[in-house]
Structure formats: structure tokens, C-alpha cells
């Protein structure tokens, strides 16, 4: 049985809640596809709802926490050095398009260190969560990165220009969180992205970590404007050449 602290349960459980909106409203965005409006309204209250449920949810146990969230930005409370980072959907345009490959995300940053994070794929039914020093696990089965060292047999993801600037092999996957999840899990071998928000990439960064994987100095960035390179560490200083330039 893994151990996990009362912090990692809260946020378990807020995006155990938070999930069932979500199943709901993706059923009903096939429906808005072919309607005139379109969904793209219905998909920014679905944001906005599941945000508020993790809010909440984490509220309720933890009252002083302040927050850095999507669509509300900085909830400054009582407690400024424990923060609640959230993305309600990361992947929302796969969302809007009936695509399911998207996730909710939440992080605990303490003291400007990510201490827990999780990365939930509600379609899937994948729950992957990282502690400091205590590993990362999907549904409870332990991760550890790829250990593959041929660069020509590795997998990357990274957005629209990584893809471009790269003669990796690519994917492009609409969900960075997701593209870390699979880079903890030894799906994917490495992921990079230029400036990034904090939310698509606190959670998957512990994850990486407590896998055995590499990560850079994200926290000398603007919340907004992160430039992320994560890779298993057995790829690492080969990713980093190749993308010397970017």
C-alpha cells in the first residue's frame, strides 16, 4: 500500500469531484459541434465550473493556502508560502474538438519548490501523482522513466514550433501535462516547450523528478512564460543537444 500525505488525498479527491463535470460536459460537446453557436462558450464554462470545485475542494481542508490558477490568476490568502497551482483542463482544444486527451492538473508549491503533483486523465481513468522523496505512481503502480539511450529509437512531444525546429521523432500531443505524464511513465522520452504557464507544467515536473527523470530550473521563469526541457536521464544530455538552439 502506498503512503501518501493528507495533502495528495485532498487534491485526489478535488479532481476525483472535479472529473465527474468534466465526463459530463465532454458527452455534450459532440452534440454542440454541429449546433451554429459551436462550443467554444459551453468549454469556458466548463473551465470556469471545474475550477471553482478544486478551489473549493481544496479550501475545505486547507483555508489559509493561497492559490495560482488558470482562469482566476493569484487567490492571495493567509498562507503566501504554500500554493495551490491549477490547470481545471489542460487540453482544452482537444476538448472543444471531442478529442479525449486532456487532464485536470493541480500542484502544491511550498516554499518555491513543487512538493506534490497530479496530472488526471478522467476519459482514461489515469491518476498520476508525485510526492518529494516518495516517488510517482499511475494508480498506484510505481513510474520510472525510459531508460532507452539510442536517440534515433526515443520519442519526443513538445507544441507546434518545438515540433518545427526539431528533427526529432516528434509527436504533438495538444496537452503538455499529459506529454510529462508520459515522459514519467517511460511512454515518452523527453518533452520541451518555450514559454509555457506554470499550471500545464508544475504537476509533471515532480513527476519526472520522483521518476528518475531530468528536469531544468523552471522556477527562474515568469509564471507565463517557462521554457520547459524534460527528458529520462538516459536521454538527457543527447535531447539537450539537439535543441541548443531552442
Known sequence: MISISANLN????AAEKASKSVIRDFGEVEKLQVSKKG??????????????????????IKKNYSFITEETGIIK???KENIWIIDPIDGTTNFLHGIPHFA?????????EIVSGL??????????????DKGAFLNNQRLRVSKKNSIDECLFSSNHEG??????????????????AYVASGRLDGF???NINLWDVA????MIKEAGGIVNDIHKFEVNKIDIKASSAAINSKMLENLVNF
Not at 39 to 58: G, Q
Not at 104 to 112: G, P, R
Not at 163 to 180: E, P, Q, T
Open 39 to 60: 462550443p467554444f462558450d459551453f468549454v469556458t464554462k466548463t473551465d470556469k465550473h471545474v475550477e471553482k470545485i478544486l478551489i473549493e475542494e481544496l479550501s475545505k
Open 192 to 194: 520541451f516547450h518555450n
Open 119 to 132: 496530472i488526471f486523465d478522467p476519459i482514461k481513468d489515469e491518476m498520476f501523482f508525485a510526492e518529494k
Open 77 to 79: 490568502n493567509i498562507d
Open 10 to 13: 485532498i487534491m485526489i479527491k
Open 104 to 112: 485536470i492538473c493541480i500542484a502544491l508549491q511550498s516554499k518555491d
Open 163 to 180: 515540433v518545427k525546429f526539431s528533427d526529432l521523432n516528434m509527436r504533438y500531443s495538444g496537452c503538455a501535462a499529459l506529454d510529462l
Open 203 to 206: 504537476a509533471g515536473e515532480i
